[in-house]
């Protein structure tokens, strides 16, 4: 890569870091249209982590609606010590904890009938998807998405804390540092906990093929 390919690279990102600091100072001054730009930003993102840790598409859907809920009522508590991407699924990942805590001890669902949702929303992708004439080999496609719906039961398997750092890691793409200050915890916590994590969710997958 050329010199200045890197320095567009480097004043592209800058730029990006700039704007993001720019909007949240326009959020605490009460810009509304700031804090849409930020929502919009990030909202799928988070979405789709609260989702792989609740594993239930309307209760994420409220959830990532609370987390911003709390965004805006404590942006003037954001000291920009971290990234406002971290801080905000801090958030998320704390009210989600929470609210799987809650439902286990309520016992408001068990992981069979979360477990028939999901199979329901994977029925119904399928059918969508054989009626589609330009879609590549069904069968190639079935098998792939029979390997991800087992892989989301085994993840559903493990305890609360297990899969979240799994999301956050494999799944979300975070790195060992961003991780442990979502979850404010240790980094050496953070690693230990991802490594028996996977060792959980492989055990788990090796059941399902016995």
């Known amino acids: 890569m050329t010199e200045t390919a890197n320095m ?36 799928n993102r988070i979405y789709n982590v609260i989702l792989k840790i609740c594993a239930n598409a309307d209760d994420a859907a409220e959830l990532t609606q609370e987390t911003f809920v709390k965004v805006i009522e404590n942006i003037n508590g954001f000291k920009g010590k971290s990234g406002f991407y971290t801080w905000a699924f801090r958030i998320a990942v704390n009210l ?26 994977a029925r119904e992708a399928m059918k969508e998807f054989l009626s589609d004439d330009s879609s590549p080999d069904p069968a190639e ?35 060992y540092a961003q991780i442990a200050e979502v979850l404010d915890i240790e980094l050496g916590t953070v690693k230990s906990r991802l490594s028996r994590a996977r060792s959980g969710l492989r055990e788990i997958l090796e059941t399902f093929f016995r």
């Open 96 to 121: 989600t904890l929470n609210y799987c805590s809650r439902r286990v001890k309520l016992g408001l669902r068990s992981l069979d009938a979360e477990d028939k949702e999901h199979n329901g929303r």
């Open 8 to 43: 567009d690279i480097y004043a592209s990102n800058r730029r990006i870091n700039i704007d993001e600091s720019v909007l949240v100072e326009q959020c605490r001054l009460g810009d509304s249209a700031a804090m849409e730009r930020l929502i919009l930003k990030y909202q």
């Open 141 to 175: 496609v079935a098998a792939k998405r029979e390997l991800c719906e087992l892989t989301v039961k085994a993840l559903m398997k493990l305890d609360d804390a297990q899969r979240t750092v799994i999301v956050l890691r494999d799944i979300e793409g975070m790195n």
